[in-house]
């Protein structure tokens, strides 16, 4: 089996910058995209930013200049390092990471969500 936990929500004010992690261990024979999403209260959950296993990356217009998604292969760990934060990025982030347990066997897994909350 395997698991995602994620760290470094908070409480921050507008302006102010956060980096989130999320760690996978347990069965992992390869990680290939991993996502951040996020929902805010009301809204629905909305992609925030990818990577890809050769370390392309998108990210939705909202959050282009202000975030960067990076990952660190050897830790199986997805960073989101946000900055320039305003109260509209207020929101529980998820990430999720496509893994696969062997070269054939890929599943979509979830992390349990941290919430970020920015503060006027």
């Known amino acids: 089996q395997v698991q995602l936990v994620e760290s470094g929500g908070g409480l921050v004010q507008t302006g102010g910058s956060l980096r989130l992690s999320c760690a996978a261990s347990?069965?992992?024979?390869?990680?290939?995209?991993m996502n951040w999403y996020r929902q805010a209260p009301g809204k629905q959950r909305e992609l925030v930013a990818v990577?890809?296993?050769?370390?392309?990356?998108n990210y939705a217009d909202s959050v282009k200049g202000r975030f960067t998604i990076s990952r660190d292969n050897a830790k199986n760990t997805v960073y989101l390092q946000m900055n320039s934060l305003t109260p509209e990025d207020t929101g529980v982030y998820y990430c999720n990471e496509q893994i696969r347990s062997s070269m054939v066997v890929v599943q979509s897994y979830w992390g349990q969500g941290t919430q970020v909350t920015v503060s006027s």
């Open positions: 347990g069965r992992i024979f390869r990680i290939d995209d």
């Open positions: 990577i890809t296993s050769g370390g392309s990356t």
